[in-house]
């Protein structure tokens, strides 16, 4: 996925299981305009596929489709029992599990595919893996404890804030 990090400026790129593929997305978005108007970035850098996704009936961000296979962690899409709704505006808050330069070989997403749906953003030479869709700072919390007592102890809760996560204190 790092052929994709020139999006990262656009706001969280990450991928969405689809069968035995995935799809590249660029989001969150709090109105269809943003989400239109990433999608217009993204074709305009050459990606003529991009086109903006509804996430239940809420404008979440602009996807291209990209052939290729997903191994392990959460492949069933967005789990909609880990403590929030990605597909609402109000799902802000994220887990930041951690920075990995190997995360195939370093990163068990096994071990916390429960927790939510496992993201991943870009940042130079490391892969930064998230837990995403909490639509609260508590259920965020929440999974944060839990991620704590499997082994994460750096992880922190951050909030997307127009596709910057900030650190919530």
């Known amino acids: 996925m790092s052929k994709f990090s020139d999006l990262a400026d656009l706001g969280t790129v990450y991928y969405a299981p689809a069968g035995n593929v995935y799809k590249i997305r660029v989001g969150l978005f709090t109105t269809p305009e943003q989400a239109r108007a990433a999608a217009q970035s993204i074709k305009a850098r ?7 996704v509804t996430e239940g009936n809420v404008n979440i961000g602009t996807s291209t489709n ?6 392990g962690g959460n492949t069933g899409g967005y789990n909609p029992n880990a403590g929030g709704n ?3 505006p109000k799902a802000r808050y994220v887990v930041r599990l951690g920075a990995y330069s190997n995360p195939k070989k370093s990163f068990d997403r096994n071990s916390v595919a429960d927790l939510g749906q496992i993201a991943e953003q870009f940042k ?16 965020a919390l929440q999974a944060l404890n839990a991620a704590r007592q499997r082994g994460f102890t750096d992880a922190y809760v951050a ?11």
């Open 159 to 169: 909030e997307d804030v127009n596709g910057v996560l900030r650190k919530v204190k």
């Open 86 to 88: 990605y597909g609402s």
């Open 66 to 71: 990209t052939g290729g296979t997903v191994s």
């Open 46 to 52: 050459g990606y003529d596929g991009a086109f903006m």
């Open 124 to 139: 130079g030479q490391f892969t930064i893996m998230l837990l995403t869709g909490y639509g609260s700072y508590d259920s």
